[in-house]
């Protein structure tokens, strides 16, 4: 995926200025920066859920900039949302199999979705409606719905957000699986920086919509002005 020079202003702040990076198959980049640094509103024009004001996204050869979400899905990007919005009326299977339906026959849908929500580590819930679960499995079930659209690319926003160590690691591990086993590229928010340390190979800091820093674990965290937009100096 490129992202290239991508622009959102809401009335007069820009909350993402000119923000350019590449992902490819099979790595996980951590994009990380202060509340309100544009993370999100980034993930939104990535997949589609809001227009871009300039910029070009471009996936697998194929421009998305004007895309709307139904598309971005459909071409392979799938994501979570950091307020957590499962269809609460329905069971764990089948909120994955709404993904799961966008290329597939109503029975192979259901089949692909049993398979996601047993990677999840979600078996046992399969069948228990959505709305009657624990925060930590809503999370998980955010994953398998990310997971639903057979995507190439998934953008995770602070799914790691809430969860305890072992829970934590268990997602480490299974993120790391995603990108290693299936070749999938990974964009992931996390203000956990223990797990995006371990688990990205390059690092991206948005501060106020600007990216400020793009490099490998090591080196952004000893990146005077990253350190400086995390203790909220403004000079
Ligand atoms: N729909 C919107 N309308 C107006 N302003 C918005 C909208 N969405 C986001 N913003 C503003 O854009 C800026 C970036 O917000 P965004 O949610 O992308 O930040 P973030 O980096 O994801 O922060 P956090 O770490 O708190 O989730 C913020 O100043 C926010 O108030
Ligand atoms: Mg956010």
């Known amino acids: 995926m490129r992202i290239v020079q991508l622009v959102r202003r809401f009335g007069g702040l820009v909350a993402v200025n000119q923000v350019s990076f590449d992902v490819h198959p099979g790595e996980i980049v951590g994009l990380i920066g202060p509340n309100g640094a544009g993370k999100t509103t980034l993930f939104n024009i990535i997949s589609g859920h809001l227009k871009s004001d300039s910029g070009q996204l471009l996936f697998d050869g194929v421009d998305l900039t004007h895309a709307r979400a139904p598309r971005c899905a459909r071409a392979g990007i799938g994501r979570t949302f950091q307020i957590v919005k499962p269809l609460t009326t ?93 070749g999938l590229a990974v964009i992931m928010i996390e203000h956990n920086l223990h797990a995006v340390m371990s688990l990205a190979e390059q690092i991206v800091v948005l501060d106020y919509g600007v990216k400020i820093a793009h ?13 400086a937009a995390y203790l909220g100096s403004d000079d």
């Open 215 to 227: 490099d490998v674990p090591e080196a952004v965290v000893r990146d005077p002005k990253v350190i």
């Open 90 to 182: 329905l069971t764990v299977l089948e909120n994955v199999m709404v993904g799961a339906l966008l290329k597939n026959s109503a029975a192979d849908a259901r089949e692909k979705a049993a398979r996601i929500v047993e990677r999840v580590g979600m078996a046992d819930l399969m069948h228990r409606l959505s709305g009657s679960l624990t925060l930590e499995s809503r999370k998980r079930l955010e994953l398998a719905r990310a997971l639903s659209v057979e995507p190439k690319i998934i953008l995770l926003d602070e799914i790691l957000a809430g969860l305890n160590p072992s829970e934590v690691e268990q997602s480490i591990h299974l993120i790391r699986d995603l990108a290693q086993t299936d």
